[in-house]
């Protein structure tokens, strides 16, 4: 709002995103007294019925007062509430970027069953550099490297080369004319089907471009990438049934207003999964949750709430260097286990091999030495892969906590968010061990632990 509501009637137009904001996320809204004064004439008109332009400013304050207790007791009573929907945590939630596998970066030590080529190398202007010059070499070896490792891949289609490109002296993020869409759609056309014949049972899902809200990757309009969505979602069901295709994945809190056009374009008919992006550096991995809030009551709105949300590419590049690896470890595990929690079905690091662009790196500089952050991405596995989590709570201290059934034994993750406090672990968890991410598990007695930002396994006995 650019200047404070002068009256009832602004502040009723001002107020209704609040309430709406505060019903999804009530830690996310920012009380000042003019947000205060909109929230009161709103509860005023309804609770007194009456015109907001005849409310007087003294009834106005009273409400306004009786609106900013009720949200400040509903911020300490319920901070932040997520029940993901049932179900054992899967392998394949696991998904990570690997740039360079199998030439110069080793197979991961720590199991990665899913696997995005992305920034691999093998995009159009790689695949097919000259029109019907086809080099699938680099791609076999990648599909080979994931045959043998039980690896599902996903493969991003986009990127037009050069030669295809209706603008090919535009700048992109990667080569000139690389942004734009092909000029003719039969390029496009023999692509997709080129791609998805050579490599059908071996690619599990196949996605459309990548973050076309950013204009280094797509310059084009959101109806035209809906026509290359439907175009390549028929190609890719026809040579192979059992292929996913996953929408065009925006990113950040900009990519949501993308995603509602393409959606209300009917984007959503041609695809079985939605894609998002769902960076929020440099803010902490708790920002995931709103934002993915968001985009699921966009779905909701546009008649798909119903088809899985994939997180196809996050991770952190700011900040840059990042403050330690002990908290870049801690930032990893809490987005994997947030990001489960907000219904997030699948979740891609962004990246193994990178060091360059990112600054919460999982790999020393010869690819292949785990730091912290890369231990985590096994450890953090073993904590979820075959459990049902059966929800996380915030508490009005920042500490989340998120209860675990595996094999009818109750577990519990538990962290702080602003730093170390002392946490009394309730009786009935029946409380037997502690592991922390990093360390050593150890027996637990008494009724008392230290947590902070790094997550900690709390263990109980079956009763």
């Known amino acids: ?10 502040a009723r137009a001002c107020s209704q995103p609040l309430l709406v904001e505060a019903t999804m996320h009530m830690k996310l809204l920012i009380l000042t007294p003019q947000r205060v004064e909109a929230l009161g004439c709103q509860l005023a008109e ?71 080529l992305w920034d691999a190398s093998v995009g159009w202007p790689q695949i097919e550099p000259r029109p019907k010059q086809w080099h699938f070499e680099l791609l076999d070896r990648y599909l080979s490297l994931a045959k043998e490792h039980n690896t599902e891949v996903l493969l991003p289609l986009g990127l037009s080369p ?26 496009w056309r023999d692509y997709v089907t080129t ?17 076309p809200n950013e204009k280094g990757f797509w310059t084009g309009d959101t109806p035209t990438l809906l026509a290359l969505t439907r175009e390549a979602s028929e190609i890719i069901h026809s040579i ?20 509602v ?44 709430g119903d088809k899985p949300l994939w997180n196809t590419e996050s991770g952190w590049a700011q900040p840059k260097p990042f403050p330690s690896e002990e908290l870049a470890a801690a930032y990893l595990s809490r987005a994997y286990i947030l990001n489960w929690a907000a219904n997030i079905r699948r979740f891609y690091w962004y990246a193994w091999d990178n060091h360059s662009w990112v600054s919460l790196e999982t790999t020393k500089m010869d690819n292949k030495t785990l730091t912290p952050a890369g231990r985590a991405y096994g450890i953090v596995q073993r904590w979820l892969v075959g459990a049902e989590m059966n929800g996380c709570d915030e508490d009005a201290n920042q500490t989340w906590t998120c209860q675990l059934t595996r094999h009818g034994a109750q577990e519990w993750i538990i ?15 029946h409380a037997d061990g502690v592991t922390p991410l990093l360390g050593e598990h150890r027996a637990f007695a008494g009724s008392d632990f230290e947590i902070g930002p790094v997550p900690e396994l709390v263990t109980g006995s079956v009763r």
């Open 162 to 187: 050069q030669w295809a490109s209706v603008r090919p002296l535009e700048k992109s993020v990667y080569q000139p004319g690389s942004a734009a869409q092909p000029k003719e759609m039969q390029d």
């Open 415 to 429: 962290w702080n968010v602003a730093g170390t406090r002392a946490f009394t672990v309730p009786e009935a968890w």
């Open 1 to 10: 709002m650019p200047r404070a509501c002068e009256d009832c009637a602004s």
């Open 46 to 116: 309804i609770l007194l019925m009456r015109e907001p332009i005849a409310i007087k400013p003294f009834w106005v304050s009273i409400v306004a007062l009786f609106a900013m207790a009720a949200l400040l007791s509903a911020r300490a009573d319920d901070a932040a509430h997520l029940v993901p929907s049932p179900g054992l945590i899967p392998p394949s939630f696991f998904g990570m970027h690997i740039h360079h596998g199998g030439k110069e970066t080793p197979w991961p030590a720590p199991p990665v069953a899913a696997w995005r």
């Open 195 to 211: 791609v998805v014949a050579h490599c059908k049972g071996r690619v599990g899902a196949y996605e459309i471009w990548n973050e």
């Open 261 to 304: 056009a393409f959606l209300r374009g009917g984007g959503g008919h041609y695809v079985d999964v939605i894609g998002y992006h769902f960076y929020v550096a440099p803010q902490t991995p708790e920002a995931m949750v709103p934002l993915s809030q968001k985009v699921r009551q966009v779905m909701a709105d546009t008649g798909v």
């Open 240 to 259: 192979d049934p059992e292929a996913y295709v996953v929408s065009p994945a925006p990113t950040t809190n900009s990519g949501v207003e993308w995603l």
